[in-house]
């Protein structure tokens, strides 16, 4: 059992779809939204749990920049990105779950000619 160089390569790791990751580990993972999708970071918080109707594993993930007793929140395994025990070097910066959601979506739409069609 070797060491690569990516991250995920080291098999000492657990595997993300599985969802073993102990308690303390840091993780970057993905949020959808139905606008866009954003990797946040966070730590695990506890056990993971496994639907046994849809064979989804959970797992809890507090945000990274959220208060020891706050409740962490349920992420699918498969959307664990990356995953580092700690003292590891920290992941690669990513946007923090409350910075994600007071980000706002300007989107600029064409003006339009009055038949309705684009002006430019």
Not at 79 to 108: F, H
Request: proline content about 12%.
């Amino acid at each position: 059992m070797g060491t690569g160089d990516g991250p995920g390569t080291d098999r000492h790791w657990p595997a993300r779809h599985g969802g073993g990751y102990p308690p303390g580990w840091q993780v970057r993972y993905r949020r959808r939204s139905a606008v866009a999708a954003h990797d946040l970071f966070g730590t695990i918080a506890g056990p993971s749990l496994r639907d046994e109707h849809t064979s989804t594993t959970w797992v809890p993930v507090r945000p990274r920049t959220a208060a020891p007793d706050t409740p962490p929140n349920l992420v699918r395994a498969q959307d664990i990105l990356d995953a580092r025990p700690p003292g590891e070097p920290a992941l690669e910066r990513a946007v923090d779950d409350g910075e994600a959601r007071r980000r706002k979506v300007v989107v600029e739409l064409w003006a339009r000619k009055p038949d309705g069609h684009p002006a430019g």
